[in-house]
Structure formats: C-alpha cells, structure tokens
C-alpha cells in the first residue's frame, strides 16, 4: 500500500490518505471475496483520490476481489468502475457500464439542475 515507512508512526500522526490505505490493508489481510468502500475517497485531494482509486482497482485485476464502491464523483466511476448502478432518491436511475452514462444520463441521475465540474 505504500505506507511501508509509517509502521511505528501513531495513527493521529497520518495523513488522510494513509489512513485510508492502512483501512484497505487491515480489510485485505482478511482475504475477502467483496471488499465494501463507502465513499473512500472523499475528503481527500485529488492525487491521493486517484492513488487509492488505483489500488482498488489494482485489487480487483490482481488479487479477483471484488470491490463495490460508493461515489460521488462520476469522472471518478468513469476513470475506474466497470459497471455502475446509480441511484437518485432511493430509485434505480441507472445501470450499464460507465461509458454509457453521457450528458442525458448524468442529468437523470443528478437531477435536471446539475452541471458537470471541470
């Protein structure tokens, strides 16, 4: 995970970021089938986001474990999902493969109102 030099370290002594790798760690040394991540990445920069959005895909190409995600951030779900299910409200609004959400879908899935950053 890249938190090798951090071993002796106290745990109110890391970053945001190592704390989330040290999280993915202790989950992976119980060798599971489904790995559950609500929203890994969310008070995080946009490098450390994208780092451990790396690794959890790593993990499902290496190890075959799957990883069920929770985001907020579609270029996020874009960049690294394989297939995405979206909700609005509590209702299925969609469900396919990332590519296949454009301009329409985000709308349907965000709300008529919203507008894509960046």
Do not use: W
Not at 36 to 43: C, Q, W
Not at 70 to 91: P, T
Request: aromatic fraction near 4%; glycine fraction near 10%.
């Amino acid at each position: 995970m890249g938190i090798g030099d951090k071993t002796n370290n106290r745990a109110d002594e890391l970053s945001g970021g190592q704390k989330q790798r040290v999280g993915i760690a202790r989950a992976l040394m119980q060798e599971p089938e489904i790995m559950l991540a609500d929203e890994p990445v969310a008070s995080l920069d946009p490098v450390l986001a994208h780092s451990i959005m790396g690794r959890l895909k790593q993990i499902t190409q290496e190890d075959g474990i799957t990883v069920l995600c929770s985001l907020h951030f579609l270029d996020l779900v874009q960049q690294y999902g394989d297939s995405v299910i979206a909700l609005n409200n509590g209702r299925l609004v969609f469900q396919g493969r990332p590519d296949e959400i454009d301009d329409r879908r985000f709308k349907e899935i965000y709300g008529k109102d919203a507008e894509r950053i960046g």
